[in-house]
């Protein structure tokens, strides 16, 4: 099954940091651009972060900007979002999925969707 297993994610009060992890099952992540997205209750899902096949380009949501950091690591088939000074605004459920391309798109441009990871900011 081709899919991304998320993890990383947990209660957090604000100002605090989370590093989540997204690891690609059935497939190799090096052919792949990986975006994060987001979805908070009610809303609908919106991108966070995306990162090119080799990590050397990368872009976010003006959201949060300067405080989450994406990366890749290609041989442990594995994406990351380190999360810093995260806000209430911040919660949601995390996902992460591949895209042929870059730059960033919408989350109907990506495939391979994983259960997503639980991310509350609260105090």
């Known amino acids: 099954q081709l899919q991304f297993v998320e993890s990383g994610g947990g209660l957090v009060q604000p100002g605090g940091s989370l590093r989540l992890s997204c690891v690609a099952s059935?497939?190799?992540?090096?052919?792949?651009?990986i975006g994060w997205f987001r979805q908070a209750p009610g809303k609908e899902r919106e991108g966070v972060s995306c990162?090119?096949?080799?990590?050397?380009?990368?872009d976010y949501a003006d959201s949060v900007k300067g405080r989450f950091t994406i990366s890749r690591d290609n041989a442990k088939n594995t994406v990351y979002l380190q999360m810093n000074s995260l806000k209430p605004e911040d919660t949601a459920v995390y996902y992460c999925?591949?895209?042929?391309?870059?730059?960033?798109?919408?989350?109907?441009?990506?495939?391979?969707w994983g259960q997503g990871t639980q991310v509350t900011v609260s105090s």
């Open positions: 990162i090119n096949r080799s990590g050397g380009s990368t």
């Open positions: 059935g497939f190799t992540l090096d052919y792949y651009a």
């Open positions: 999925a591949r895209r042929r391309s870059y730059p960033c798109s919408g989350y109907k441009e990506y495939d391979s």
